[in-house]
């Protein structure tokens, strides 16, 4: 008796995830996303958690968010409790992209605040992404704590989860030009003027905002 098609794609999905090629697991997460296959949902959440090439690991973000929310966001939910860093990442990461918002109580101080820098710098960008309406501001206090952590991308990540959140956060942002740290003093006058000026670039507000910190009150702009 022969195995039923769909039952044979799903084998051949299976198989094709776990293969030792990765241009083989590339050709099979996009299969899966062109042809949604609610059984190679764990699965895909499970290789996203393991894959090593960053190119199949969008790709299986994109065979996720191709199937119901309601299928995929409670797996990566479950992800967000994860030992290991990049299943953490990478689930917050495709929490982004799927937009849902009954993810975001998952979305907790500890992840925003994580260790990993790759986690964290997720952590962010699906925050603002699930943030309810109202609670930016809140949301806000939380990323602040962070300013003057990690280098360039790290800190260009943060600065534009909190210009993501709009203008509600300036009152939060001048609170922090004030801190006694001179890092995190410079990342909040940064941020605060590539949210003014974004054509200004990162690299130039980061580098003013140092020549500021550097001369104290006399180097504040009226």
């Known amino acids: 008796m022969s195995m039923p098609e769909q039952d044979t794609d799903t084998v051949r999905g299976l198989r094709g995830l776990e293969d030792s090629s990765s241009s ?40 996720l968010t191709r199937h119901p929310a309601s299928m995929t966001v409670p797996g990566l939910v479950d992800e967000l409790r994860s030992e290991r860093a990049q299943a953490r990442s990478q689930a917050l ?32 960008r699906a925050a ?46 001048r609170a922090a030009m004030t801190d006694p740290d001179p890092g995190v003093r410079a990342h909040a006058i940064a941020t605060e003027r590539l949210s003014r000026d974004p054509d200004a670039g990162f690299e130039f507000a980061i580098e003013e905002a140092k020549r ?9 702009e009226e």
């Open 24 to 63: 083989v697991r590339l050709r099979a997460a996009l299969a899966v996303g062109t042809a949604p296959d609610p059984r190679l949902i764990g699965k895909l959440i499970e290789r996203c958690a393991i894959e090593p090439e960053f190119y199949v690991r969008e790709m299986l973000t994109w065979a």
């Open 93 to 124: 990461h495709t929490l982004s992209k799927i937009g849902d918002r009954r993810a975001w109580p998952a979305i907790t101080r500890a992840l925003l605040t994580d260790a990993d820098d790759e986690v964290a710098r997720s952590a962010w």
């Open 212 to 220: 500021v910190v550097a001369l104290g009150p006399a180097g504040q």
């Open 128 to 173: 603002v992404v699930l943030v309810p309406g109202g609670e930016e501001a809140e949301l806000a206090r939380v990323l602040v704590t962070q300013l003057g952590r990690g280098e360039r991308e790290t800190r260009l990540s943060l600065s534009r989860a909190l210009i993501a959140l709009g203008e509600g956060i300036a009152p939060i942002l």
